[in-house]
């Protein structure tokens, strides 16, 4: 998507999720997956590495993959 156009899509997912809507959502965008998430689950190389509240990944994450991947990110 074109940067006008990430921010449109977000916004409508971010009105969906506080309506109640179910999602299962594969992103990059960090700051959107932290704001909406109820969970996170990280993938690497098609297996699950670690899966917890988006509170606990973003603060504290369990696994050394999801730490060098949110050190890269953020």
Avoid: C
Avoid at 54 to 65: G, I, L, M, Q, V
Wanted: no cysteine.
């Amino acid at each position: 998507l074109d940067p006008e156009r990430v921010k449109e899509v977000l916004d409508a997912m971010k009105t969906l999720a506080n309506k109640g809507m179910t999602m299962i959502v594969v992103t990059h965008e960090i700051a959107f997956a932290r704001e909406v998430a109820d969970r996170v689950l990280f993938m690497d190389e098609g297996r699950v590495v670690e899966t917890s509240p988006p509170k606990d990944f973003f603060s504290n994450a369990r696994e050394e993959r999801s730490r060098r991947f949110l050190n890269q990110m953020m």
